[in-house]
């Protein structure tokens, strides 16, 4: 799949549409490098690759963009999900962020508490 391509299946599917198969295909690493493109696989995904697959151990999550845009994304969702002993908890955001943005004060920020 060509950037174009991708992008293209985005704006036809939009957010939910991410397939976790993209991962094992020959032309994902390649994707992975675009910033565009990653951008648009955290919205692809409510993002959730950033915590599951390849790209949870990648350079993704050392983009001060990119975390700010899942950590917006994932607070949309599940912010209000309050089911008695398993409710969201504002520091599960920190599983977005690659200890090198630990300290940046917009994360913080946007989290709510520091690391």
Known sequence: MT?????????????GAYDDAWEEEAWFADL???KEVLMTMVKMSDA?????????NSDAKKDKDIVLAA??????IWGDYDQGD??????????????????DPDIISEIGQEF
């Open 71 to 76: 950590i917006e994304i994932y607070r949309d």
């Open 48 to 56: 959730e690759c950033l915590l599951h697959g390849r790209l949870a």
């Open 32 to 34: 992975t490098k675009d």
């Open 86 to 103: 398993d409710s969201f908890q504002a520091e599960e955001l920190w599983d977005f962020v690659h200890e090198s943005l630990r300290k």
């Open 3 to 15: 950037k174009d391509e991708f992008l293209a299946y985005y704006e036809e599917h939009g957010a």
